[in-house]
């Protein structure tokens, strides 16, 4: 039996898979929220993500719901209460989730001009004090 890899699936390579369950603007920062406060009810997830619709959150949690990445659980209240967590599946993409902070964090400290020193992979760094202006 001859054992098929990774891009002779239907999404191709993993890193594709991976994307389609976890890419776009939103998911990773929703993912992240939920890594960060275990569970949190629809108004305070979006309080807590600056510039995100509210269509546009429903849209991604549905997703999310939908990849079993996140759990919803409504309670039969007037208002309504809907809370929203990661599933134990969700909660596996912790290291992702730290690797991307990680690396976001270093990516905000390169410097956008020619002029500083450049590290030994030719990236230009500057001190976390400083940012770029753009």
Known sequence: MTQKNNCDRPYGCSVEATLSVIGGRWKPVIIFNLLQNDVLRFGELKKKIEGITQRMLTNQLRELEKDKIVARKVYAEVPPR???????????LEPIMISMRDWGAKHMNVKCDESSPLSSNGVNIVPLSKRCDH
Do not use: A, H, P
Request: aromatic residues 18%.
């Open 82 to 92: 809907v809370e929203y967590s990661l599933t134990d599946y969700g909660r596996t």
